[in-house]
């Protein structure tokens, strides 16, 4: 049940049959959880987990493998407006695939430890920044019930300033879009199909 | 018009298909970017939560008594509540809904009554657009217009769902009349005919909605996943394909189609009379001057 994220590389290379290029695009799979889907209840459905992942998250991969494909060959081509228009594509797509790969890595079962504060050095920064962990529970629930829409609230550090922030993100826009130093720690779907 | 909830509800009993609230007064929509200073009542005029016109279980199997629940008694009432607390005590309280809605679009950044006013809007129009038995294919004047700006009604059909499909997150598709006009101040369209004013699929996200851009929406399908989760889960393609087949209002959609076109007919009738208005008060100008430089000038030979 070890996380393990598979990559496969397709290669169409050479193989005999006189290509002048090598192809390699690298494709996704749908990483596995690292507990059943119905580890996390009663705080998250097995249906819920079940839809999430093999639906949603398995859509955005498929999707974002297919747009892959396309800019590979548009680039190819050196077709300048069909690489322009399928960034929306990747970014949606691609942005779903980080995002829910962060998201099942943050979740673990009650019984190891799902749920308990934060210790050491994260209870430390935690403290620093928001004034205890209480407060940004507080405040992390304020960002994520004024969102309008879909998409993400995020607790991330930004790399520079070496301070944890509260962010939210629309859609499946990854946290680096509001901040080219920031890294996200942890990540909530806001997004309906994640609760509904 | 919002002026009290009574008889905002007066008027929905008697215009069953009001979708596109507003009369048939051409002059309506000229007005409606200031706000109204005049008819202000004592009472805070509060937004109303419409029901549907039908009862919530009527939709079955096609879309759930369960999901209405939520989807109405929370979702759209939480959009109600919200806005009234918003608005009570600004200058936006005792606006109409959609006036209320172009103020706070305020060109794109947003003002925070903006989501909620637009929702309201949009679920009511949501709510008007389908029927128990509906579906089926529209007829007279809005299937000809179909016909004529998509080709044909299949053809439309794909596109209005592939509108809704790639509407990524939340957000709305739209069939909507548009009728062209300049974007500049002062100019008019130099060739005005019927065919500038015709039917376009859009989509958009979150709470927007075609009133923003000045178009008159005709139909609707919320692709929030709060309106099909429920039903549907993950299957959004599915959804839409049963509103097509089994949900649409088309009495409601040509309906506001007559209200779009009357409107168009009437506010190009005001341009023009603007026009010619303007166009004699500057020939009245030059006049003015001819005569000055007459009785000035020394070279003159109109004697």
């Given at each position: 049940m070890a996380l393990r994220s598979v990559i496969s590389r397709k290669t169409l290379g050479s193989l005999g049959l006189g290509f002048s290029h090598a192809r390699g695009l690298q494709t996704f799979t749908l990483p596995d959880l690292p507990y059943d889907y119905s580890a996390l209840e009663p705080a998250i459905s097995v249906e819920i987990?079940?839809?999430?992942?093999?639906?949603?998250?398995?859509?955005?991969?498929?999707?974002y493998n297919k747009?892959?494909?396309?800019?590979?060959?548009a680039m190819a081509k050196g077709d300048?407006?069909?690489?322009?228009?399928?960034q929306a594509a990747i970014k949606f797509n691609g942005g779903g695939h980080i995002n829910h790969s962060i998201f099942w890595k943050n979740l673990i079962p009650t019984s190891e430890g799902g749920g308990e504060p934060p210790h050491g050095a994260l209870g430390w920064a935690i403290?620093?920044?928001?004034?205890?962990?209480?407060?940004?529970?507080?405040?992390?629930?304020?960002?994520?019930?004024?969102?309008?829409g879909s998409g993400w609230v995020w607790l991330g550090v930004d790399k520079e300033s070496q301070k944890l922030v509260v962010e939210t993100t629309a859609n499946q826009d990854p946290l680096v879009t509001k901040g080219p130093n920031l890294v996200p720690l942890l990540g909530i779907d806001v997004w309906e199909h994640a609760y509904y | 018009m919002h002026g009290t909830a009574a008889t905002a509800s007066l008027s929905s009993a008697f215009l069953p298909f009001q979708g596109f609230r507003g009369s048939l007064d051409s002059t309506f929509r000229l007005q409606w970017r200031k706000p109204k200073k005049a008819h202000r009542t004592l009472i805070t005029a509060q937004i109303e939560l419409k029901p549907p016109p039908y009862s919530l279980n009527s939709l079955e199997p096609h879309m759930s008594r369960e999901i209405l629940e939520y989807h109405w008694g929370k979702h759209h009432r939480g959009y109600v509540e919200n806005l009234n607390r918003q608005i009570v005590g600004t200058e936006l309280d005792g606006m109409t809904l959609e006036d209320i809605i172009i103020a706070s679009y305020n060109k794109g950044d947003f003002l925070p009554s903006f989501n909620n006013a637009a929702q309201v809007w949009n679920h009511e129009?949501?709510?008007?657009?389908?029927?128990?038995g509906g579906g089926g294919k529209p007829s007279g004047d809005l299937l000809y217009l179909i016909e004529r700006d998509f080709g044909s009604y299949e053809k439309f059909v794909e596109e209005?769902?592939?509108?809704?499909?790639?509407?990524?997150?939340?957000?709305?598709?739209?069939?909507?009349?548009?009728a062209n006009r300049l974007?500049?101040?002062?100019?008019?369209?130099?060739?005005?005919s019927e065919e500038d004013k015709k039917l376009v699929v859009v989509k958009s996200p979150n709470a927007v909605n075609p009133l923003v851009w000045d178009y008159s929406?005709?139909?609707?399908?919320d692709v929030w996943e709060h309106a099909y989760y429920l039903d549907y889960q993950n299957r959004r393609a599915d959804y839409i394909s049963v509103f097509m087949d089994k949900l649409v209002n088309w009495e409601a959609v040509s309906y506001r189609l007559e209200i779009a076109k009357s409107l168009a007919a009437g506010r190009e009738r005001e341009e023009e009379r603007r026009r010619i208005e303007e166009d004699e008060d500057r020939m009245a100008d030059s006049e003015a001057i001819e005569m000055y430089l007459d009785s000035e000038s020394e070279d003159s030979e109109t004697d």
């Open positions: 987990m079940r839809l999430h992942h093999q639906k949603h998250h398995q859509t955005y991969i498929t999707n747009a892959l494909e396309q800019l590979e060959e300048s407006s069909a690489v322009v228009k399928l403290d620093t920044h928001f004034g205890s962990f209480e407060a940004l529970v507080k405040k992390v629930n304020a960002e994520g019930a004024a969102l309008q | 129009f949501f709510w008007e657009s389908m029927k128990p209005f769902k592939s509108a809704a499909l790639t509407q990524f997150g939340s957000g709305w598709a739209w069939l909507a009349y548009k974007d500049v101040g002062n100019a008019v369209n130099p060739c005005p929406p005709l139909l609707t399908i």
